[in-house]
């Protein structure tokens, strides 16, 4: 008799696509928007700068849930963790954000997405 042994799943689970969707899509639409803030003179260590940068990294971050990287999910959880800190001196925006940080952490770290995650190479 064979051990009771979990199938190993072939398909990202929809939840996981849904959150990886949510960080692209966040990183293209701030992008986009914020894009429109930089002129020729803005310092390159502008606050203007950081926001392009962070949302660059919702974007490498989303690309990389599709594929299966582990440590994309630390990464998920990290940028959303930051934009909590971030928006502590607005109740309603820290409240919404730690709503979607424990969203992201339940899915992201459910059982089915930790068998996908650990299925997958590199």
Same mark, same amino acid.
């Given at each position: ?13 929809? !939840?996981? =696509?849904?959150?990886? #969707?949510?960080?692209? *899509?966040? /990183? +293209?639409?701030? &992008? ?5 803030? !930089?002129? =020729?003179?803005?310092? #390159?260590?502008?606050? *203007?700068? /950081? +926001?392009?940068? &962070? ?21 998920? &959880? ?45």
């Amino acid at each position: 008799m064979e051990p009771n042994v979990a199938a190993k799943p072939s398909q990202r689970p929809l !939840l996981v =696509t849904l959150v990886a #969707l949510v960080l692209a *899509a966040s /990183g +293209v639409v701030g &992008l986009i928007y914020h894009g429109s803030e !930089l002129s =020729t003179n803005t310092p #390159l260590l502008s606050e *203007a700068y /950081g +926001v392009l940068l &962070l949302r660059l990294v919702a974007i490498v971050t989303g690309i990389f849930l599709f594929r299966g990287a582990n440590w994309a999910r630390w990464a998920a &959880l990290a940028w959303i963790a930051f934009h909590v800190i971030i928006s502590v001196p607005d109740l309603g925006k820290t409240l919404a954000h730690v709503i979607i940080l424990a969203i992201f952490a339940a899915v992201l770290f459910s059982r089915n997405a930790g068998t996908w995650f650990r299925t997958r190479p590199g």
